[in-house]
């Protein structure tokens, strides 16, 4: 099976390409065979379904992309499947089997007669009690819930415990370093980590504040959700609030009777209640978001809400509303050799079974947001004769792949975090292994992460650094470069990330 590549800075990193290789992680699981599961979406939330015109062309949205032809081969049918379900966990649910008035053998087993699955444009006020999510819930269930239910163990993931050496001011993030060599056509993908799904460092304050502002200036072009994607942008919205409450519990705080999120570290409180749980993550999360629901008329997913204010080179008002085969059309060899992966990757993948990967770039300075036109694209057609090495840095997108548990949409988030390249000094065999990345990876690989524009800087440091590591000792002369054993990070770099937080 052909993997794409790893990058971050071309026309559709982040969002695309970890998309088009996710299934990795879990395709070696064997699912559960195609039994019917269903369900429908939580309470309504009036917001602007309408979108907004962006500066990429947008091909025509296909609400049906399982009625698309892959030359004269008819496209596989998943109308009839769907991931593996986590109703079981509803008899541990002290009240709730009385409440529907079931039994707790009901409530963990599939029913006999099968409800229909709720339509893919319907919210839940306009959805029958006995449909069903593509996880096998139904809406009366999922009501019954109420609001801000055990996810855990409806997900499987738990909770992280609480960081209380937790300092924001001098927090940094983890030092990801995802360079491998040989460097080819792949992705390092791995579990994910529960206690690290949202990671909260110093630039926080500053992040959401940009964010805002990108909000204010490009509209739709950054947030929006289509409609019947209320419950999920819900639940994901309450799933980031439980967790942000249990890891970091003495700088946030939930009251549910209330509806009232308490944000300590910008003293602001965000009603639940009258506010779109897209705006709640925007006012208090500085994390990407992109939710793929599933159309039950065929099986396919499709990009239908989301928060997207850290993408290079494409924007999410150019990409929402379409399915996952026309957001990948541009790629080379996508319909032929990826297609039906991805599709049945997305049609099947358990919900406990969450991924994770980081992909990289060098930029100047720290561009977050850089839709088509954007003035920071013209640093990438040349090379600055006065470019300093302190203006180089490593952005690297520390992305995730999860699906929900009640509504079964998957959603998709990522964070751009930026170093200085100027820090691989300190990094035992960094310097090196970049270097060789850049000297001798396939050049069209090298072309697509779009590096040129600051090699002319970066190689002669990465040089003297990797020099310098040799004569204090800290790598062997006759080191043969490779993939870190550590990787995405390297030999001692949790006692250097401790150490600039001041532990």
């Given at each position: 099976m052909l993997l794409l590549l790893d990058s971050t800075t071309k026309m559709e990193s982040n969002f695309l390409f970890f998309l088009v290789v996710a299934f990795i992680g879990t395709s070696i699981v064997l699912l559960l065979p195609n039994q019917r599961r269903r369900y429908a979406f939580g309470k309504p939330i009036h917001f602007r379904h309408r979108r907004a015109t962006s500066g990429s062309k947008t091909p025509p949205r296909s609400l049906s992309p399982g009625k698309i032809r892959s030359g004269n081969v008819t496209d596989p049918d998943y109308s009839g499947v769907y991931p593996p379900s986590r109703r079981f966990v509803l008899a541990n649910i002290p009240g709730l089997a009385q409440n529907l008035d079931k039994t707790v053998e009901q409530l963990s087993n599939y029913p006999e007669k099968k409800g229909e699955d709720v339509p893919f444009l319907s919210e839940l006020q306009d959805a029958k009690k006995t449909m069903m999510t593509p996880c096998g819930?139904?809406?009366?269930?999922?009501?019954?819930?109420?609001?801000?239910?055990?996810?855990?163990?409806?997900?499987?993931?738990?909770?992280?415990?609480?960081?209380?050496n937790f300092d924001i001011s001098r927090a940094k993030p983890r030092p990801y370093r995802p360079f491998r060599w040989s460097y080819h056509q792949t992705m390092s993908i791995t579990k994910m980590e529960s206690e690290w799904w949202l990671e909260l460092e110093s630039t926080y304050k500053g992040r959401v504040m940009e964010r805002q502002e990108l909000f204010r200036r490009h509209g739709k072009?950054?947030?929006?959700?289509?409609?019947?994607?209320?419950?999920?942008?819900?639940?994901?919205?309450?799933?980031?609030?439980?967790?942000?409450?249990?890891?970091?519990?003495?700088?946030?705080?939930?009251?549910?009777?209330?509806?009232?999120?308490?944000?300590?570290?910008?003293?602001?409180?965000?009603?639940?209640?009258?506010?779109?749980?897209?705006?709640?993550?925007?006012?208090?999360?500085?994390?990407?978001?992109?939710?793929?629901?599933?159309?039950?008329?065929?099986?396919?997913?499709?990009?239908?809400a989301g928060i997207i204010c850290s993408a290079l080179g494409w924007n999410l008002g150019s990409k929402i509303g379409m399915s996952l085969r026309e957001i990948h059309s541009p790629i080379p060899d996508y319909k032929e050799k990826m297609q039906f992966s991805m599709d049945r990757y997305f049609a099947k993948k358990p919900t406990h079974k969450a991924i994770q990967r980081g992909s990289w770039g060098l930029e100047v300075d720290q561009p977050l947001y850089m839709p088509p036109g954007d003035p920071h694209e013209k640093h990438r057609d040349m090379q600055m004769n006065d470019l300093d090495i302190s203006r180089c840095h490593l952005r690297v997108d520390w992305q995730t792949l999860r699906r929900m548990p009640l509504s079964g949409a998957v959603v998709f988030n990522f964070k751009a975090l930026f170093t200085p390249v100027e820090s691989f000094r300190e990094e035992p065999f960094v310097p090196a292994l970049v270097l060789k990345v850049l000297n001798e990876s396939k050049r069209s690989l090298m072309e697509y992460k779009n590096t040129w524009h600051v090699e002319h800087v970066v190689k002669p440091a990465l040089e003297e650094y990797a020099k310098e590591q040799v004569e204090k000792g800290l790598v062997p002369e006759d080191w043969e470069v490779q993939t870190l054993d550590e990787s995405p990070w390297f030999p001692g770099w949790e006692e250097k990330w401790k150490r600039e937080q001041g532990f």
């Open positions: 819930f139904s809406v009366e269930e999922i009501k019954a819930l109420g609001d801000f239910p055990d996810y855990a163990s409806l997900s499987g993931i738990p909770l992280p415990g609480p960081y209380l072009g950054v947030l929006d959700a289509l409609p019947g994607s209320q419950f999920a942008c819900k639940e994901l919205m309450e799933m980031v609030l439980q967790f942000l409450c249990a890891r970091y519990p003495q700088h946030f705080r939930l009251n549910t009777e209330a509806m009232i999120f308490h944000n300590d570290l910008l003293g602001t409180k965000s009603n639940l209640k009258a506010m779109h749980p897209l705006h709640v993550l925007l006012n208090n999360i500085p994390e990407d978001f992109a939710i793929m629901i599933r159309d039950p008329d065929n099986g396919y997913y499709s990009f239908r």
